[in-house]
């Protein structure tokens, strides 16, 4: 069965101070990781997918990496508009789709 | 090009009724997929499909029915609602295997 836990469940910033959250799983045969954002009272909007282990891709202040068992959502000189809940989920080989983390909720205070 | 598109965005129900949530994409994916969230438990699957006229069963399909006549339309049916059913529904689309999935707003349900 395929699992996904992300940590820390929230994540409190000041602007500017770079962190990572985390997403470790288990899946059989992995066919992607994927990241999202989501703001409140929406719904999730895609951020990165990765495949392999040691791929990385960069948007804006966010860099997501990906190793055999976990993946990393890197913030660097997080700014308040980047506070959102981060979600990660992974596709798993057969056709069932995406499974997801419960999300890790990132506050960034002025 | 609306994407993925649910209505009604918020219900309140009684406990036995029926109702259908509905859920359209224009973007001809043949993936579509339904799930809750719930404060605490995260995004999960309820039913999905792989096409149309082929549906399976997620995580957590009781109480409720799905059906796909096209590939634009993914229909959500609470048969008799309850309130475990209070939830925050999402509508999500693919192209395929192992791609990005486009989710709807969400439809804000409250069993009462």
């Known amino acids: 069965e395929d699992q996904v836990t992300q940590s820390p469940e929230a994540l409190r910033l000041q602007e500017g101070e770079s962190s990572s959250l985390n997403c470790s799983y288990t899946?059989?045969?992995?066919?992607?990781l994927f990241w999202y954002r989501q703001d409140p009272g929406k719904g999730p909007e895609f951020l990165f997918t990765l495949y392999s282990a040691g791929e990385e891709k960069e948007k804006e202040r966010l860099k997501a990496t990906l190793t055999k068992k976990e993946s990393f959502l890197h913030i660097t000189a997080p700014k308040p508009e980047d506070s959102a809940t981060y979600l990660c989920?992974?596709?798993?080989?057969?056709?069932?789709?995406?499974?997801f983390g419960k999300g890790t909720r990132l506050s960034v205070i002025a | 090009n609306a994407g993925v598109t649910q209505t009604p965005k918020f219900q309140v129900l009684k406990t036995g009724q029926s109702m259908t949530l509905q859920c359209a994409q224009d973007m001809n994916h043949e993936y579509m997929s339904w799930y809750r969230q719930d404060p605490g438990m995260g995004l999960r699957l309820i039913h999905y499909?792989?096409?149309?006229?082929?549906?399976d069963q997620g995580e957590v399909p009781n109480g409720y029915n799905v059906s796909r006549s096209t590939t634009e339309d993914f229909p959500l049916r609470l048969l008799s609602a309850a309130p475990s059913q209070t939830s925050v529904y999402f509508c999500a689309s693919s192209y395929g295997v192992g791609t990005e999935a486009f989710f709807g707003q969400g439809t804000r349900l409250t069993v009462v």
């Open positions: 899946v059989s045969g992995l066919r992607g």
């Open positions: 499909s792989v096409g149309a006229g082929i549906t």
């Open positions: 989920a992974v596709k798993g080989s057969g056709n069932t789709p995406l499974v």
